[in-house]
């Protein structure tokens, strides 16, 4: 069955601290998205990719890297984590043919920084 | 660029009401349109997705018809039930992204349905 699976699916660290998100899709999937989701703000695009070893920017980059190193799995990367990327993270991969492709979503990482 | 804006907030409505949720964009080209629906703990899914002007998609129940001329692709069902308790999200495609998919979306609306 294709699905988007994330992991860890919570997650807490310190302010400083390293983090690594991880995301992959069994859907043969081109495209890979990193959305977090906020009270108020909805889901905000952070980083994607349309294949492996490709990355786009986003509409929230700051303080995120990414890395997509197959067509099944995309990483988030916070380096230096601070409180307010404590959010409710979601990837997402669809085929993007024509711009009209559906989303299927991972189940989410909650993170939380202290 | 482009953009997304919602009903804001809450919603709350009683079971059988009929159910609006309001959705309008601004996109310099001629986008598409999806309404996603996230339940409790869950991870959104496609709700449905508009074609062309004046087609009018429908999933579960629910519809909505995009307007180019006002900027619109309202969510619509004519009774609400319990099992529609969810938060909402409005989101756009558009043409000039060249095919990558990148869809922008709106804040969600919260939809709660009490008997």
């Known amino acids: 069955e294709a699905a988007v699976t994330q992991s860890p699916r919570n997650k807490v660290t310190v302010t400083g601290g390293n983090v690594t998100l991880s995301c992959r899709q069994t859907?043969?999937?081109?495209?890979m998205y990193w959305y977090r989701q906020d009270t108020g703000h909805g889901l905000r695009l952070i980083h994607y990719?349309?294949?492996?070893?490709?990355?786009q920017i986003g509409d929230v980059p700051d303080g995120y890297k990414a890395t997509r190193t197959t067509q099944e799995d995309f990483f988030l990367l916070l380096e230096l984590a601070s409180p307010s990327q404590t959010s409710l993270y979601f990837c997402?991969?669809?085929?993007?043919?024509?711009?009209?492709?559906?989303?299927?979503f991972g189940s989410g990482t909650r993170l939380l920084v202290i | 660029g482009d953009s997304v804006t919602q009903t804001e907030g809450l919603v709350t409505l009683t079971e059988g009401l009929p159910v609006m949720l309001n959705c309008t964009y601004q996109s310099t080209y001629s986008p598409f349109l999806f309404w996603y629906v996230q339940h409790l703990n869950e991870a959104p899914k496609l709700l449905l997705k508009?074609?062309?002007?004046?087609k009018r998609p429908e999933h579960q129940g629910f519809h909505a018809t995009l307007h180019k001329s006002s900027s619109s692709f309202h969510l619509q069902k004519s009774s609400a039930q319990l099992s529609d308790s969810a938060l909402y999200y409005c989101?756009?495609?558009?043409?000039?992204?060249?095919?990558?998919?990148?869809?922008?979306f709106g804040q969600g609306t919260v939809l709660s349905v009490i008997p």
């Open positions: 859907n043969s999937h081109n495209y």
């Open positions: 990719s349309y294949g492996a070893g490709n990355l």
């Open positions: 989101a756009l495609s558009g043409m000039a992204t060249g095919g990558n998919n990148k869809l922008t």
């Open positions: 508009s074609f062309t002007d004046n």
């Open positions: 997402a991969s669809s085929d993007g043919a024509g711009g009209v492709s559906d989303y299927t």
